[in-house]
């Protein structure tokens, strides 16, 4: 059958400054997870970015065949949650983890197919441009769960309201790109909204070839753990780490074992966004 192709998304080249070109459209980057859904009247699996068959885990999404009626199609988009309006990767994994998704949790934690692209209408649309492609997929009306997103022709002007709103980046494509399935190619671009803040190193952990720094801030006057950054041994801050006086974990909220040293070293760090709990999402050595 058809949902049993063996095709996986189209990935992103990511770059770090935004551009205008005539030759793109741009979209919103929505912070979830990336998911081909296999839809037809009578079957309907959704395969993660991975290959992984996640269907059971979005039982409300099967309502997206009331919408392709008769055809066989295979939508290309991303699983999201909202939290007060706005994406949330750590409310979706709240639920993602869950084993059984019962009517309460879809409820509590309802999820939405925000669906960029179209690769299959009863064939393959893979070798036709994504202009044609979004053609298709016009076709199909947006429901509650299964809305198509918006397309732009300026970058820099999206990008600005995108930081404005504190959303996950943009994602910019050309206009004639036809869809290669696994590959991470440059005519689909992205660029993620980074923010980057000062931390304190009050630790680092080796593991095999590379070590991980442990990153704090105060809060008051009690230091707490927000995250790890992997380094190269060859790095100069791993030097001057090690010549630092050890101490005893100052961290309120970590346990785990590691070489501690006084928090006196600051280093800035880039990241996607800190949790709930205050944790760092992607972070990075600037």
Request: glycine letters at 6%.
């Given at each position: 059958?058809?949902?049993?192709?063996?095709?996986?998304?189209?990935?992103?080249?990511?770059?770090?400054?935004?551009?205008?070109?005539?030759?793109?459209?741009?979209?919103?980057?929505?912070?979830?997870?990336?998911?081909?859904?296999?839809?037809s009247k009578n079957s309907f699996k959704i395969v993660s970015r991975g290959g992984k068959d996640i269907t059971e885990n979005?039982?409300?999404?099967?309502?997206?065949?009331?919408?392709?009626?008769?055809?066989?199609?295979?939508?290309?988009?991303?699983?999201?949650?909202?939290?007060?309006?706005?994406?949330?990767?750590?409310?979706?994994?709240?639920?993602?983890?869950?084993?059984?998704i019962s009517l309460e949790i879809q409820?509590?934690?309802?999820?939405?197919?925000?669906?960029?692209?179209?690769?299959?209408?009863?064939?393959?649309?893979?070798?036709?441009?994504l202009q044609e492609r979004k053609k298709y997929l016009d076709k199909y009306p947006d429901t509650d769960i299964f809305i198509k997103t918006k397309s732009y022709d300026e970058?820099?002007?999206?990008?600005?309201?995108?930081?404005?709103?504190?959303?996950?980046?943009?994602?910019a494509k050309e206009k004639?790109?036809?869809?290669?399935p696994n590959k991470r190619v440059d005519t689909w671009i992205k660029i993620k909204n980074i923010k980057d803040a000062e931390?304190?190193?009050?630790?680092?952990v080796f593991n095999k070839e590379k070590y991980s720094l442990l990153l704090g801030e105060y809060r008051g006057n009690e230091l707490y753990y927000v995250g790890k950054v992997s380094v190269m041994p060859d790095k100069d801050i791993i030097k001057i780490v090690k010549k630092q006086k050890k101490v005893k974990n100052k961290f309120k909220n970590y346990e785990e074992s590691g070489i501690f040293i006084e928090p006196k070293i600051q280093v800035t760090i880039t990241f996607l966004e800190k949790t709930k709990e205050g944790k760092l999402r992607h972070p990075a050595l600037k």
């Open positions: 059958m058809f949902n049993n192709l063996k095709i996986g998304p189209m990935l992103l080249k990511e770059v770090d400054k935004v551009f205008d070109d005539k030759n793109y459209i741009y979209e919103v980057k929505f912070d979830g997870i990336r998911a081909l859904i296999h839809v979005y039982p409300e999404l099967k309502e997206i065949q009331k919408v392709v009626g008769n055809k066989k199609v295979i939508f290309d988009g991303e699983i999201i949650a909202l939290d007060k309006g706005k994406p949330s990767f750590q409310l979706l994994q709240s639920r993602s983890h869950l084993k059984n409820n509590k934690i309802p999820v939405y197919y925000m669906v960029f692209d179209i690769i299959y209408e009863n064939k393959e649309l893979i070798d036709l441009s970058g820099k002007k999206l990008f600005k309201r995108v930081k404005e709103l504190n959303l996950e980046g943009i994602v004639n790109s036809l869809y290669i931390f304190y190193i009050h630790g680092y």
